[in-house]
């Protein structure tokens, strides 16, 4: 089983928003184009994110971090004990790590 590790800064040194319309480093593209497909591969154990590598002074939006991984389970019909066995969040700010932990098991309700 393999550990897939996915650095914000691959995606955007500033991710804004939930959808295209918000700009393009929104979060259903995150969701789409870096996170969902190591969540239904069968070979990856852990998918770990990095969120610290964003421009300096850079807070995350509620928006973006609910449609990113939220959306796994409300979107996408993932099971959230799945995303949450399979995700690990690497941040300084832990307030990240917990608003992303409620967002994922609020939208398997």
């Not at 480093?25 to 969120?51: I, M, Q």
């Not at 807070?59 to 993932?78: D, N």
Request: charged share 30%; hydrophobic share 40%.
């Amino acid at each position: 089983m393999k550990v897939v590790t996915i650095d914000m800064k691959d995606f955007s040194r500033a991710p804004f928003g939930r959808y295209a319309d918000d700009g393009k480093w929104n979060g259903e593209a995150f969701r789409e184009n870096f996170l969902y497909e190591h969540f239904v591969d069968k070979s990856v154990a852990k998918v770990v994110v990095k969120l610290d590598s964003v421009a300096p002074g850079y807070e995350y939006g509620s928006s973006f971090l609910e449609e990113a991984f939220g959306g796994l389970v409300r979107v996408k019909g993932l099971k959230s004990e799945d995303v949450l066995n399979k995700l690990e969040v690497e941040t300084v700010n832990m307030d990240y790590v917990m608003e992303i932990k409620i967002y994922i098991s609020e939208a398997g309700n």
